[in-house]
């Protein structure tokens, strides 16, 4: 009896960990000094005069299903990603780093590096290096062609640039960056009504295959806030991660108690794939906000005089933005008109 027979093969981990090593340095920055290969990773902060470290974790959850369904898993590393360097750059920080973790019943070496090279080339995309990771063959707790990823990331900002809620005030502007759809949230009601409504995901229903536009991968948007950051400054006062809870419950998070959000929903445009399974669900719109982005990925709250050259500043990074709303007197709440 050995490990092998115990369903563990660590001479093909090992034998994967060259190309895993491979894909990392491809996103390796000045500050990595030790990267894969070691006990731990070492990363050098640089030229910060009171740096703020900001780490964010989180998974891509029950849309690995859908993509095991379809076969295809190229997209699940910009979800993963996506998830955490989105959420750091919402205090203001640059994400530096990212780890990922991967946890599966058999390691079937194509869907492996499929993930991991989507991965790399997410971290890549957002700027930040993909630094070390663990990958976990566990047999007996996942089927064979099953797992689970997961992953963390970690930023730095100098601390006097610490996006702060006393910094809103009431007639400032909200900004919106329109998302990719879905996103990584609420999958688990998206499978629910494409299995009891027995929805063909190889079918084209007016916007595209279906399968294929459900994984969409998730918008990275840490690099154009962070170079937003750098060229308007304390322009741009409260950043939200629009993610499960939807505009409501993750705009508040970045609001003081005295005041309000008032967020207009027929300033932009709902992706054509929610609106859809919202009807074949028979899901209201009321949960459809709950649960889902609707249409907006980020909320930025910024100053009214600067929400021009913002929005221009976003559209012609190729990231569409709309004024969505406006800061107004309140209790830390939003509503939606």
């Known amino acids: 009896m050995d490990y092998k027979s115990a369903g563990v093969d660590i001479e093909k981990a090992d034998h994967l960990i060259e190309n895993v090593r491979s894909f990392a ?19 050098e902060l640089g030229k910060y005069q009171n740096p703020v470290l900001v780490s964010s974790t989180d998974g891509v959850g029950t ?23 989105d959420d750091v750059v919402c205090c203001g920080a640059k994400p530096l780093f990212f780890l990922d973790y991967i946890a599966l019943g058999k390691l079937k070496e194509d869907v492996y590096l499929s993930i991991i090279e989507s991965i790399a080339s997410a ?17 007996g707790m996942y089927p064979d062609k099953e797992f689970d990823l997961a992953g ?26 329109v998302s990719s759809a879905f ?18 995901l190889n079918k084209n229903y007016g916007f595209g295959e279906l399968g294929k536009i459900l994984l969409t ?30 505009i409501e419950g993750n705009l508040s998070r970045v609001l003081p108690k005295s005041c309000g959000a008032l967020v207009q929903k027929t300033t932009w445009k709902i992706p054509e794939v929610i609106r859809f399974i919202l009807r074949e669900g028979n899901i209201s719109e009321a949960e459809g906000y709950k649960v889902f982005n609707m249409g907006i990925g ?15 500043f976003f559209n012609e990074s190729s990231y569409k933005a709309y004024e969505i709303g406006e800061i107004v007197p309140g209790d830390g709440k939003v509503r939606l008109v």
């Open 25 to 43: 340095q491809s996103t390796y920055s000045k500050g990595v000094l030790e990267g894969i290969g070691g006990f731990g990773a070492m990363f």
């Open 183 to 200: 996103h990584s949230n609420g999958y688990s009601l998206v499978r629910r009504v494409v299995d009891e409504k027995n929805l063909d």
């Open 298 to 312: 980020m909320a930025l709250v910024v100053d009214a005089r600067k929400k021009s050259d913002l929005l221009h």
């Open 123 to 139: 971290c890549h995309f957002a700027g930040c290096a993909l630094i070390g990771g663990e990958t976990a063959e566990l047999p």
């Open 217 to 246: 991968p998730t918008e990275i948007y840490a690099p154009v806030l962070v170079d937003a950051l750098s060229k308007f400054g304390k322009s741009i006062k409260g950043i939200a991660h629009i993610t499960g809870g939807g």
């Open 152 to 177: 963390f990331c970690v930023g730095a900002v100098e601390k006097k640039d610490i996006l702060r809620s006393e910094d809103i005030k009431v007639g400032d502007a909200v900004i919106g960056l």
């Open 63 to 85: 849309k690995i299903l859908l993509a095991e369904k379809m076969d295809k898993y190229s997209g699940l590393g910009f979800d993963l990603v996506a998830m955490c360097v």
